[in-house]
């Protein structure tokens, strides 16, 4: 089909045209009057040490601090990994005093940015609990590190999480994002669509 064949019919097939764009403009219309209320809390999380003053003042312990950045990002790893179990997903849940509903895992996101800081993010469209559960993220993560400080023995120096005042901004897909998207879909599935009517009833002519 030549350009000038396809202008042709989509001309004669404007109605229907302008009815699919205009059903989906209308559905975009629906999206932004009943979407849900969501919030994403945004926590920075920067991995400090709790020192032993003995230990420290040891000639082995100077070295320390060449290795550090290195540990440092090994245990930001290690949050990481830590943040998307369900064990911990669940001890934060309860440290939040919301023990009913805890998902099984993949709820908190966490994201290295550099060898010492790892951001935390989720959504949640009850403000209050998603407060609540941004303070108890540092909590349990720095109980789970204790515990291992006590696994391993160690006689201080081990890490510490400490966390920032969580960011708490609007979730929910911006209205002009919206109606971008329901216009994109509009018009392309309009014109497969009008295209397809086409070639379906010329085959039927055809075969008649």
């Known amino acids: 089909m030549e350009l000038r064949e396809l202008w042709i019919l989509l001309c004669k097939e404007r109605n229907l045209y302008a009815f699919i764009l205009g059903g989906f403009l209308f559905l975009g219309v629906l999206w932004v ?33 060449f290795y550090r950045l290195q540990a440092d990002e090994r245990f930001g790893d290690t949050l990481v990994r830590l943040l998307a179990t369900p064990q911990v997903t669940q001890d934060i849940f309860r440290e939040a005093g919301l023990r009913q509903g805890a998902p099984e895992g993949g709820y908190f996101t966490g994201r290295k940015l550099s060898a010492q800081i790892v ?3 989720f959504v949640e469209s009850d403000q209050a609990k998603l407060e609540a559960l941004s303070k108890s993220i540092p909590q349990v993560l720095n109980r789970y590190t204790s515990e291992l400080d006590v696994k391993e023995g160690s006689q201080g120096n081990w890490f510490r999480v400490i966390a920032s005042e969580p960011v708490v901004s609007n979730a929910r897909i911006g209205s002009s994002q919206v109606f971008a998207i329901a216009l994109f879909l509009g018009i392309f599935l309009g014109f497969w669509i009008i295209l397809a009517k086409h070639y379906i009833q010329t085959d039927s002519i055809k075969e008649e």
């Open 33 to 65: 009057n009943f979407e849900p209320q969501r919030f994403e809390s945004n926590t920075l999380l920067t991995i400090g040490r709790t020192e032993n003053k003995a230990l420290s003042e040891q000639m082995d312990y100077q070295y320390d601090n």
């Open 119 to 121: 951001e935390v993010t």
